[in-house]
């Protein structure tokens, strides 16, 4: 089915970012990803989103609906018709609406599971939990607007880290068939970021020693969107004939 076009406002978007030993990051994507380096590692990270006005493109922004998500994303590139192509890997995604679980691969792309989120935000001051009702994931971040952009990150600047995440905006999420991704196209209006000092952070995906063996995974940065117009596209289906390693 093809997913129309959505329109609506990134009201917040945190972005957390681990490096990560890209042999050890390649085993969990399925063909034709292959994780995109930056200076000898891979980027993966959890996007929390909060999305405002959401809905088909011919609507107006009264009916829209509100939701808290979460998106667990891996920076990628592959080859497609001989063109070198890149974006990011998604093969978990949480969602704070019933709604949207139930469209996941119609109106919105891939497979959505339901969570209960905890947010407070205050004076620059964001706090983000959830907890999916499968038990599988658990976010925790808390962190504050900074001017300063970390010197331990792998990215030289904020400048070079939003060009990065800008060009990845093509993502490719797993479905009920293990062999196929949903694609989706992420197009801003407004696209600024800015840097989020983190004093906690805790999850369940990147602390998993059966997935990411001592040593393998680093926290490297986090950034903030806010107000942030924009559109989701839906692309092509892909489909593949391989599945990440167990």
């Known amino acids: 089915m093809k997913i129309p076009v959505v329109r609506g406002v990134i009201d917040r978007r945190i972005l957390v970012n681990y490096r990560i030993k890209l042999d050890v990051l390649a085993t969990l994507l399925p063909s034709p990803f292959r994780p995109k380096p930056v200076k000898g590692y891979g980027i993966a990270g959890i996007c929390l989103i909060r999305l405002k006005q959401l809905r088909p493109r011919f609507l107006p922004p009264l009916v829209g609906i509100s939701s808290e998500n979460a998106a667990h994303r891996i920076a990628v590139e592959w080859e497609e018709e001989g063109q070198l192509r890149e974006g990011v890997y998604i093969p978990r995604r949480d969602t704070s609406s019933r709604f949207n679980t139930l469209a996941g691969g119609t109106i919105f792309p891939g497979l959505h599971h339901h969570a209960q989120f905890q947010v407070q935000e205050n004076g620059g001051h964001y706090k983000v939990q959830l907890d999916s009702d499968d038990d599988d994931t658990h976010v925790a971040v808390e962190g504050t607007i900074t001017e300063a952009f970390p010197d331990t990150s792998i990215f030289e600047s904020i400048a070079e880290v939003s060009d990065f995440f800008e060009a990845g905006s093509l993502g490719y999420s797993t479905t009920r068939k293990s062999n196929e991704f949903d694609g989706l196209e992420l197009l801003t209006f407004n696209w600024h970021v800015q840097p ?41 289906l892909m489909k593949s004939i391989a599945v990440p390693a167990s």
């Open 196 to 236: 989020l000092e983190i004093t906690n952070v805790k999850s369940s995906f990147f602390e998993d020693p059966t997935l990411f063996p001592p040593g393998s995974v680093e926290f490297d940065c986090a950034l903030l969107m806010t107000g942030i117009e924009h559109e989701w596209h839906g692309r092509p």
